[in-house]
């Protein structure tokens, strides 16, 4: 696990891998996190490692960015 804090921008990131996600100890740690800035007024995002490709998910997301950038230059889609 690996937790930021922003307190400019009064945001937390916590960052799960697989492995932290089955861990109940991981997962109070969470839990208090979460409270504390909640508390606090903060904004917390949680950001779960998944189990599909990241390089193909990547690679698919830049094809349709791509696509939807040459339609729109030729009037196709607002």
Do not use: P
């Amino acid at each position: 696990m690996l937790y930021e804090v922003n307190d400019v921008k009064k945001l937390v990131t916590i960052w799960l891998t697989n492995d932290d996600q089955k861990d109940e100890t991981v997962s109070e740690k969470v839990n208090e996190i979460c409270n504390e800035y909640h508390n606090k007024k903060y904004l917390v995002g949680v950001f779960k490692s998944g189990k599909e490709s990241l390089y193909e998910n990547t690679r698919d997301l830049l094809f349709k960015n791509r696509e939807s950038m040459a339609k729109k230059s030729i009037g196709l889609e607002r």
